[in-house]
């Protein structure tokens, strides 16, 4: 028999997470490394939230086990901010707090799917997601898609992946990696579509607060009321507070789903950390005052990491409107002689940036779709301004 188990055996470690880490392991080994790889602000976290899970360390109700679902008040503020950012009303028996959204994907995935049941995921896609679906027994059916369409899939291209084994479709606006956010008609569209052919809709707004220019986020069950009992919102701190590390997030959804998400969670992980979540508690109930700064930040640095890449010969990049990422093609680059290589993948072309340019980028292959990089801009303005000049030489050599 296998030493590991098929199931587990065949998760890919996480390609984001991997390019982190061999950047930070060159920066402690003294090379002066720029990482574009990790997807988390650059900020602190509020002092207001710092402050109260620091009374909550000292609080001996936190001591103990609390609700698996999550603390009762920190439900009921979730509830009431989603009815404030989304204008969607939920009961606090809807709302499922999980450590961090990843959880949250995972927890979706295993209560909606059976063995062979088919999950549209539009791609690029967060590298998290086709993992999540295999584990859970489900089969992504990935629906590409490309910079000529900023990235957005149709409800005909929807329509013609369908099957009759299609349960569930994975919505994520503003997206991970691309930074494409769906106009609200197009949102409308995709529900009222999904709603005509009983599917599920699984939709990860845990960027809904990091939209620039002209883009709008909007959540998919506030414009299609009637998507609200085959539809799970996922959500979380990390990206709007500056609270990656604090692992809250949460899945709202039907009582039934929510229900069933809580049985496996009081099994798999109980309650997230009781300080964690008083954190959060005052992070949903405060304003968004810390979000609109640092939203005003990544709109200065999205524009100028853009304007850095287009000049980049071989290099196209459509204007992210959300999220923090930028997601260019490089496809005119492979199969190019650089430095005595010719790298004829995204994943080649990385690894070479990295290692003349001392440049950390995601290849496009971690999001199902080979000849892209992924740049976060969730870094200082001078870091970006140096690493895509330090990059951009390296790929002007190409002949
Ligand atoms: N969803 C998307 C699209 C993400 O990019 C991330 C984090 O990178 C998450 C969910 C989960 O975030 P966390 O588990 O840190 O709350």
Redesign the pocket.
């Known amino acids: 028999k296998p030493r590991i188990s098929a199931r587990v055996g065949g998760i890919a470690e996480s390609a984001?997470l991997a390019v982190d880490a061999k950047a930070k392991a060159l920066k402690a080994a003294g090379r002066p490394v720029i990482g574009f790889g990790a997807?988390?602000p650059d900020f602190p976290t509020p002092k207001p939230i710092v402050d109260v899970a620091a009374a909550a360390c000292a609080d001996p109700r936190n001591h103990r086990y609390s609700p698996a679902s999550g603390l009762p008040e920190l439900r009921e503020a979730i509830a009431a901010k989603t009815k404030r950012d989304s204008q969607y009303e939920v009961e606090p028996s809807q709302v499922l707090v999980t450590?961090?959204?990843?959880?949250?994907?995972y927890q979706s995935f295993a209560a909606l799917l059976d063995p062979g049941d088919e999950v549209l995921l539009p791609a690029p896609y967060?590298t998290?997601y086709p993992e999540a679906i295999a584990l859970a027994g489900g089969v992504p059916v990935v629906v590409g898609t490309d910079e000529s369409t900023g990235y957005l899939a149709s409800v005909e291209q929807l329509e013609a992946a369908r099957t009759p084994r299609t349960k569930v479709l994975l919505f994520?606006s503003p997206?991970?990696p691309t930074g494409a956010v769906y106009p609200p008609e197009q949102v409308e569209a995709i529900g009222r579509w999904a709603v005509e052919h009983g599917i599920w809709v699984i939709t990860?707004e845990?960027?809904e607060h990091l939209v620039y220019g002209g883009a709008e986020h909007v959540s998919m069950p506030a414009v299609v009321p009637e998507l609200a009992d085959t539809c799970v919102v996922?959500n979380?701190?990390?990206?709007t507070y500056a609270m990656?590390g604090w692992?809250?997030?949460w899945m709202i959804g039907p009582a039934d789903v929510i229900k069933a998400a809580t049985n496996l969670q009081s099994h798999l992980s109980s309650n997230v950390s009781n300080v964690s979540q008083r954190a959060a508690l005052e992070a949903v109930s405060g304003s968004l005052d810390a979000v609109d700064a640092m939203r005003e930040a990544f709109d200065r640095r999205r524009r100028k990491i853009v304007e850095l890449l287009s000049a980049i010969p071989g290099v196209s990049c459509p204007e992210p409107q959300g999220?923090f990422y930028a997601y260019p093609s490089v496809k005119e680059l492979l199969g190019r002689e650089i430095r005595g290589s010719r790298p004829q993948t995204s994943v080649e072309l990385a690894a070479l940036v990295l290692e003349h340019a001392e440049v950390a980028v995601v290849p496009g292959e971690a999001f199902g779709t080979p000849g892209y990089f992924r740049l976060s801009y969730a870094l200082g303005d001078d870091d970006l301004a140096e690493g895509v000049r330090r990059m951009g030489d390296l790929l002007r050599e190409a002949k």
């Not at 450590?99 to 994907?105: I, T």
């Not at 979380?236 to 990206?239: C, L």
Request: hydrophobic share 30%; charged share 20%.
């Open positions: 984001t997807g988390e450590n961090g959204g990843k959880q949250a994907v967060w998290t994520n997206s991970n990860d845990i960027y996922l979380g701190v990390a990206k990656t692992r809250v997030g999220a």
